[in-house]
């Protein structure tokens, strides 16, 4: 994992073409603006693996149990 420190306003730039920039930080949480082509999809991790069953690095989630037998 790359680790980057970034101040408010400032950005990172991924493969050319999609730029991610820093919009606000208040207390714990950071929000982010994403420029992406359109055929690139961007989601939040949860909905993520929602969609696909998997982490977004490759790995198996694995279902809870229901408590049905």
């Known amino acids: 994992m790359l ?9 990172i730039v991924i493969a050319g073409d999609i730029v991610i920039t820093v919009i ?17 999809p961007v989601h939040r991790e949860e909905v993520y693996e929602a969609i696909h069953g998997t982490r977004a690095g490759g790995s198996v989630v694995k279902a809870e149990p229901d408590g049905r037998g």
Do not use: M
């Not at 680790?3 to 950005?11: G, M, T």
């Not at 606000?24 to 690139?40: F, M, T």
């Open 3 to 11: 680790v980057l420190s970034r101040k408010k306003n400032e950005s």
């Open 24 to 40: 606000e930080v208040r207390g714990d949480k950071v929000r982010l603006g994403i420029v992406a082509p359109k055929d690139v």
